[in-house]
């Protein structure tokens, strides 16, 4: 498997268990979107450029 499909698995059992947990689809969705969104957000300025970067290297294989 790819390191993208398990990625992707990894990212539907995590769903899949904050669902059962919460009882709330909305609540699940909140929490896999929310937590990533925030991590980003505490990255100062020389961080965000530098992950960006390293991204748009990575797409341009």
Same mark, same amino acid.
């Not at 993208?4 to 059962?20: D, N, P, T």
């Given at each position: 498997?790819?390191?993208? =499909?398990? +990625?992707? &698995?990894?990212? &539907?059992? &995590?769903? #899949? !268990?904050?669902? !059962?947990?919460?009882?709330? +689809?909305?609540?699940?969705?909140? !929490?896999? !979107?929310? &937590?990533? =969104?925030?991590?980003?957000?505490? #990255?100062?300025? %020389?961080? %965000?450029?530098? +992950? *960006?970067?390293?991204? *748009? %290297?990575? #797409?341009?294989?």
């Amino acid at each position: 498997m790819t390191n993208r =499909a398990k +990625l992707a &698995v990894g990212g &539907v059992a &995590v769903g #899949l !268990i904050l669902w !059962i947990v919460t009882q709330s +689809l909305l609540v699940a969705l909140l !929490i896999m !979107i929310g &937590v990533p =969104a925030l991590a980003y957000l505490a #990255l100062d300025s %020389r961080q %965000r450029g530098r +992950l *960006r970067r390293v991204t *748009r %290297r990575q #797409l341009d294989r």
